[in-house]
Nanobody, 124 residues
């Protein structure tokens, strides 16, 4: 079956960095656009960033532009999220998701598969 497994979350101070990874199995990874979403306590899940199948195009939420970078390695079936200059408002559970589409989409209901999430906590 399809599995998406996130890793790399943790506790970091304001201004610090983390790199999340999402390893996919059970699907043809290069056939899927990939996205990262996050959900803070008491808030709805929100779009963070997405990347097309080839990795040639990306879309970022305004709140993370210039600080976060998404990338993928189709040979390793893995998508990454490099997060720099972290802020307390970035604190959330981060989820990766796979969307069988040729482009990227920013709405969570379009995504076919989801990981279990990894906690990111940014202390002030």
């Amino acid at each position: 079956q399809v599995q998406l497994v996130e890793s790399g979350g943790g506790l970091v101070q304001t201004g610090g960095s983390l790199r999340l990874s999402c390893a996919a199995s059970g699907l043809t990874f290069s056939n899927y656009a990939m996205g990262w979403f996050r959900q803070a306590p008491g808030k709805e899940r929100e779009f963070v960033v997405a990347i097309t199948r080839s990795g040639g195009n990306t879309q970022y939420a305004d709140s993370v532009k210039g600080r976060f970078t998404i990338s993928r390695d189709n040979a390793k079936n893995t998508v990454y999220l490099q997060m720099n200059s972290l802020k307390p408002e970035d604190t959330a559970v981060y989820y990766c998701a796979a969307d069988r589409t040729s482009w990227y989409r920013v709405t969570d209901y379009n995504y076919d598969y989801w990981g279990q999430g990894t906690q990111v906590t940014v202390s002030s």
